[in-house]
């Protein structure tokens, strides 16, 4: 089965803390990076380790951890998990593809039923940017194939998703609506719910869920700033200048502390098109200028990246 990703690592230093610990006790510094199956190393994945640290890959695909053998090791993208796999001080790492890792999990007793959803799921998952039709088709499948109620409300999340792709923004937000209902604590759920909700011209309840996604204890940097600017756009859409200054400001301010650089190219085209309709043409060519400049970054890490 093909690798959704594929880690190779070394361990750069290691820390002793007393001479009883047995080495599986032994904390090591773990330095990675994670591509995708096409070799392409993947910015702004977070990296956890169960109960211990955690980073956030950078432009470069890399992280670095505190970690012992025996930890496991958790990927997500905005907020959701997409592979995992245990530590165990190997110098020549393979993680293996989700699908596959399950088929192995004998101990897990997942029932015939269980894996069809899961890997019907997964299907319907893939198609949505391909081919949101069939994805329809294979949600049917998958929620035809569980009566758990956190399974069947992922269902119908991808369901909106592939709505959503299609333009068909109501029926998108219905299927939010109804994975909202046992997924309300989801933040990447409440993203794509409130965005629904401002595409179908439901911008009190939008505001609403972009305002609770801020003050969630659990949102990444990447969330926030998809939540400001969701924000942004509402006030731009009512004639809010510089309120929606003031939150674009705040996601390009969060933007490049994490060094999210396509983030900080599109936010500096943002304001210098909010500040042109404000009139003011001197701040908003300094943000042309300097959306220019990230996107040539851009390029340029893209670039460097490819040679490592």
């Known amino acids: 089965m093909k690798l959704k990703f594929i880690l190779l690592f070394f361990i750069i230093s290691m820390q002793v803390y007393s001479q009883q610990e047995s080495p599986k006790q032994q904390h090591h510094i773990y330095t990675d990076y994670v591509e995708d199956d096409q070799g392409k190393r993947l910015q702004g994945i977070t990296v956890k380790i169960l109960g211990g640290d955690q980073d956030v890959t950078n432009y470069n695909g890399k992280f670095s951890l505190r970690a012992k053998i025996g930890d496991r090791v958790t990927l997500y993208r905005d907020g959701e998990k997409i592979n995992s796999f245990i530590y165990d001080g190997s110098s020549n790492y393979?993680?293996?593809?989700?699908?596959?890792?399950?088929?192995?999990?004998?101990?897990?007793?997942?029932?015939?039923?269980?894996?069809?959803?899961?890997?019907?799921?997964?299907s319907a998952k893939y198609y949505i940017k391909k081919k949101p039709v069939k994805t329809i088709q294979f949600v049917e499948q998958a929620l035809h194939a569980t009566s758990n109620k956190k399974k069947t409300a992922k269902a119908y999340e991808v369901l909106a998703d592939a709505f959503y792709?299609?333009?068909?923004?109501?029926?998108?937000?219905?299927?939010?609506?109804?994975?909202?209902?046992?997924?309300?604590?989801?933040?990447s759920l409440k993203l794509k719910f409130a965005k629904a909700y401002y595409k179908n011209s439901y911008y009190n309840k939008s505001k609403l869920l972009f305002m609770s996604i801020l003050t969630d204890k659990k949102v990444t940097p990447f969330q926030k700033i998809n939540a400001l600017e969701g924000l942004a756009s509402l006030s731009k859409r009512e004639n809010k200048k510089k309120e929606a200054i003031s939150y674009l400001q705040q996601a390009l301010k969060l933007a490049e502390k994490h060094?999210?650089?396509?983030?900080?190219?599109k936010l500096n085209t943002k304001l210098a098109e909010v500040l042109s309709l404000q009139g003011d043409l001197n701040k908003s060519n300094i943000y042309i200028n300097n959306s220019i400049a990230s996107a040539k970054k851009e390029s340029k890490k893209k670039a460097i990246s490819q040679t490592l």
């Open 165 to 187: 792709e299609l333009k068909q923004f109501d029926l998108a937000q219905s299927n939010y609506v109804t994975a909202y209902e046992t997924l309300s604590s989801d933040i």
């Open 94 to 122: 393979q993680v293996q593809d989700l699908l596959e890792e399950m088929d192995n999990k004998v101990s897990s007793n997942k029932t015939i039923e269980q894996l069809s959803y899961q890997v019907v799921l997964d």
């Open 259 to 265: 060094n999210i650089t396509p983030k900080t190219t």
